[in-house]
């Protein structure tokens, strides 16, 4: 079994900053990708930002220059720095990782169950 535990989301004025945190435990051989996702009211869930295990990053434009991510694969938790945070990125964040439980079997996508971040004055 694999868990993906989300942590750090909250109420926070416009411009304010956050730092969320994922921890994945459990039977896991490998991770290529972690990254963060969101979901706001009525909309789909859409990618924040993701990072492989080599370091290579991908962001939504909405959020360049704002927020960073970032991974610590020795203890296999990944970060996301929000800055200057707007009401638009209200949304609840999952944790995402795409992973392998043995060396020579399938790539499998796991969730975190989300954290709510609300901006707000």
């Known amino acids: 079994q694999v868990q993906l535990v989300e942590s750090g989301g909250g109420l926070v004025q416009p411009g304010g900053s956050l730092r969320l945190s994922c921890a994945a435990s459990g039977s896991i051989f490998s991770i290529n990708i972690m990254g963060w996702y969101r979901q706001a009211p009525g909309k789909q869930r859409e990618l924040v930002a993701a990072q492989t295990s080599g370091g290579t990053t991908n962001y939504a434009d909405s959020v360049k220059g704002r927020f960073t991510i970032s991974r610590d694969n020795a203890k296999n938790f990944v970060y996301l720095q929000m800055n200057s945070l707007k009401p638009e990125d209200t949304a609840v964040y999952y944790c995402?990782?795409?992973?392998?439980?043995?060396?020579?079997?399938?790539?499998?996508?796991?969730w975190g169950q989300g954290t709510q971040v609300t901006v707000s004055s």
């Open positions: 995402n990782a795409e992973l392998k439980t043995t060396g020579w079997g399938p790539t499998f996508r796991y």
